[in-house]
């Protein structure tokens, strides 16, 4: 393998989310094999890492002119773009150097992002068309004035016209690809490069053994309707004859109605609600939780935190849905329910509440999947082979 120098472009820079944490992972891994790495961003959204050990150069908003100007100048080996909408940058990158793009969610073929129904709480089945107009008004799945219901339809069918124009187009998970293939790119060219853990896991330490009497079972992620968290909270109500607390980790719309909830419930002293936390705080959740859960109920294009948790060595409970099935094995590294429902879920918290030896098992099985397949230097080794063959 040679050494090549990779420019990584997105439109966002700064810890902010899991985006900025990926392209911070990969650019210091792909730094450290030798290859001479830089970023390209338009904006800034939150802090600048201090550990980036690649250069860092910021673009207002990512003029195209001002990017294929800076393209010019560096002369990549192969670009490599993150989240970049802009059909001009691709087409122009593409025409002058080798070029790929990494598609991380629904947002570039799902004009309201979600791939989901809100109305009648059901995962969308179909491709973006002006199907999607009507929709908009009866699944409120999108906005519904017309003039920016239309524009954000015809965004897609523009972001997809120039990603069929690539060679490779990298993705998460099979749930994505099936959505890139259903909307017109071709399968050949969609390429699966599964994530890793979204920060530093420490693989080595012991699992910390869940033996007092009350349980945590911890739920990590915003608190938005498609997430579920209502039905983790209907759940836990049925298992009221069972010691354990639930640990609510995120913040978002739904954070006071969900509060509330819990309240109607009887359960304000069992739901603990923390807000956001990340690095040490966040590990420090992890690290003493019983298990995982994630009641999602939108396609997760991939679902981070189910693996975040099982590299800690703690089993997950979710429902059948979008991507998770790709790092997800029933009965093997947790529960991967088909029904998606209250009951479906309460009988899964159930069962890893009741069975201590069982939780540890599972734990082990997917601490194992991640050290042997769902991690950084896998994810880097696929890169390096896609880089190299473009080039």
């Given at each position: 393998?040679?050494?090549?120098?990779?420019?990584?472009?997105?439109?966002?820079?700064?810890?902010?989310?899991?985006?900025?944490?990926?392209?911070?992972?990969?650019?210091?891994?792909?730094?450290?094999?030798?290859?001479?790495?830089?970023?390209?961003?338009?904006?800034?959204?939150?802090?600048i890492p201090k550990d980036a050990r690649f250069e860092v150069y910021g673009l207002n908003n990512l003029a195209p002119h001002k990017v294929l100007g800076f393209m010019n100048l560096i002369k990549p080996d192969i670009i490599n773009l993150q989240n970049v909408y802009n059909p001009k940058i691709i087409k122009e990158c593409l025409r002058r150097f080798p070029t790929t793009r990494f598609v991380h969610d629904h947002s570039t073929y799902c004009p309201g992002n979600s791939k989901y129904f809100f109305e009648s709480r059901k995962v969308?089945?179909?491709?973006?068309?002006?199907?999607?107009?009507?929709?908009?008004?009866?699944?409120?799945?999108?906005?519904?004035?017309?003039?920016?219901?239309?524009?954000?339809?015809?965004?897609?069918h523009s972001w997809l016209s120039?990603?069929?124009?690539?060679?490779?187009?990298?993705?998460?998970?099979?749930?994505v690809k099936e959505r890139l293939?259903?909307?017109?790119?071709?399968e050949s060219k969609v390429m699966i490069n599964h994530l890793f853990p979204g920060h530093e896991v420490p693989f080595l330490?012991?699992?910390?053994?869940?033996?007092?009497?009350?349980?945590?079972?911890?739920?990590?992620?915003?608190?938005?309707?498609?997430?579920?968290?209502?039905?983790?909270?209907?759940?836990?109500?049925?298992?009221?004859?069972?010691?354990?607390?639930l640990l609510i980790v995120g913040d978002?719309?739904?954070?006071?109605?969900?509060?509330?909830?819990?309240?109607?419930?009887?359960?304000?002293?069992?739901?603990?609600?923390?807000?956001?936390?990340?690095?040490?705080?966040l590990s420090n959740l992890y690290q003493r939780c019983s298990f995982l859960v994630m009641p999602s109920i939108w396609p997760e294009p991939f679902g981070m935190a189910g693996l975040e948790a099982n590299a800690f060595g703690k089993p997950v409970v979710a429902f059948r849905?979008?991507?998770i099935p790709d790092w997800l094995e029933n009965g093997v590294n947790g529960f991967l329910l088909d029904e998606v429902s209250v009951e479906s879920l309460a009988q899964g918290l159930d069962m890893l509440l009741s069975n201590h030896e069982l939780r540890l098992k599972m734990g082990e099985q997917g601490r194992d999947k991640v050290e042997n397949y769902f991690n950084l230097d896998r994810h880097l080794d696929v890169l390096e082979e896609t880089y190299s063959r473009l080039v």
């Open positions: 393998m040679f050494d090549m120098k990779i420019v990584l472009m997105n439109e966002t820079w700064g810890m902010g989310g899991g985006q900025e944490e990926y392209i911070l992972r990969v650019g210091n891994g792909l730094a450290s094999r030798g290859h001479k790495v830089s970023l390209l961003y338009g904006r800034q959204t939150g802090p969308c089945p179909l491709a973006v068309s002006p199907l999607c107009l009507v929709n908009a008004h009866r699944e409120h799945c999108m906005t519904r004035r017309p003039l920016s219901a239309v524009n954000r339809i015809w965004q897609r120039s990603l069929k124009g690539l060679s490779v187009v990298l993705c998460n998970s099979n749930y293939v259903q909307n017109g790119v071709l330490t012991e699992n910390i053994r869940d033996d007092s009497e009350v349980q945590k079972v911890l739920f990590v992620g915003r608190l938005f309707k498609e997430k579920g968290v209502n039905i983790l909270i209907d759940a836990s109500a049925r298992l009221k004859k069972k010691k354990f607390k978002g719309w739904e954070r006071q109605n969900l509060e509330k909830q819990a309240v109607v419930l009887g359960l304000k002293d069992r739901v603990e609600f923390h807000g956001f936390r990340s690095g040490q705080e849905v979008g991507g």
